[in-house]
């Protein structure tokens, strides 16, 4: 997920009447494992009150991984 482009659309979405109230990022998709900035996401949801939602259905097993559990940093936010 692009943070400038996040950003810009939940401004439009804001400009255009809308009422946002989530992000949802992902944590380890299931071909690639791919994580979203899960920080960089955090701090936006809190600058714009949104919940924060991660789904971590693959990656979440890596928070008990002392080699990959920096990969969920912010999961928590």
Known sequence: ???????SEILRAKCE???PFMVSATAG?????AFDPLTEI???C???QLWFHV????????LV????RALLAGIER
């Open 17 to 19: 009447g809308g009422h």
């Open 29 to 33: 998709t299931t071909v690639l494992g």
């Open 55 to 62: 789904d971590a259905a693959w990656g979440g097993g890596a």
């Open 65 to 68: 991984s002392p080699k990959y």
């Open 42 to 44: 955090a701090n936006l």
């Open 1 to 7: 997920m692009e943070m400038d482009h996040l950003e």
């Open 46 to 48: 809190e600058k714009y």
